[in-house]
């Protein structure tokens, strides 16, 4: 268990709504991570944060934004939920070693269902 | 595009070892290949990584190649609980995609 926990674990909303994921960690490590997961495209990276307030974007970032305002918190909002956005959403933390990103623990994931 | 090349499915009889193939041809000098896997419905578990040398830990090993182009994860005594989808990913540093491009794995069967 590397601490992370996700909430909520499952949501339904409807089309338009705002909705905000949080993942939350007890392992003070620097890297967390946002990725969804769908059927026939694995795993991507839609957003990272290398600390607080330090955000980037990932592969996949239009429609969500993200807030970093302490190390243990990483929120993930989706401004205006599209159905598209139906999807298993996945938090990881790391602590990068020698300037680089190391191993990648992740959380149990949300289920979004978007109406 | 994730830089592995994996069977889609394998199986194992309970009690066995597994050993899950792994391509990286194109990996670079100075990346790890990392193995993860993921249980349904559940977030994707770290399993062990590697840059040169063979590795060890008390869930699996990994057998890297000399020339670094492919890998085998072996789990000594599979049980039924091992069954799950395995990842092969070679560290793609930089980049939009992020350091872990997850692909489509293997997805092992433990058979009793």
């Known amino acids: 268990d590397a601490g992370i926990t996700q909430s909520p674990r499952h949501k339904v909303t409807e089309t338009g709504t705002p909705v905000t994921l949080r993942c939350h960690q007890t392992?003070?490590?620097?890297?967390m991570y946002w990725y969804r997961q769908d059927p026939g495209h694995g795993l991507r990276l839609i957003h990272y944060?290398?600390?607080?307030?330090?955000?980037d974007k990932g592969e996949v970032s239009d429609g969500y934004s993200v807030s970093r305002s302490k190390t243990e918190d990483f929120l993930l909002t989706l401004e205006s939920a599209t159905s598209s956005q139906t999807s298993v959403y996945f938090c990881a933390i790391s602590e990068p070693d020698r300037g680089r990103e190391e191993t990648q623990y992740f959380g149990p994931g949300t289920r979004l269902l978007v109406l | 595009d994730a830089k592995t090349t994996q069977p889609p499915s394998m199986d194992c009889a309970e009690g066995r070892a597994a050993n899950l193939p792994c391509n990286h041809s194109t990996i670079s000098g100075n990346e790890y290949v990392y193995w993860y896997r993921q249980i349904h419905s559940q977030g994707p578990q770290y399993i062990i990584h590697?840059?040169?040398n063979n590795e060890t830990n008390e869930m699996a090993s990994l057998i890297i190649t000399e020339d670094r182009k492919s890998s085998t994860l072996i789990l000594p005594h599979a049980t039924l609980r091992d069954t799950a989808v395995y990842y092969c990913i070679a560290e793609n540093y930089g980049g939009s995609q992020g350091n872990l491009i997850f692909g489509k794995g293997t997805k092992l069967s433990v058979k009793p």
């Open positions: 392992e003070n490590h620097r890297y």
């Open positions: 590697g840059l040169k």
């Open positions: 944060s290398y600390g607080v307030k330090d955000t």
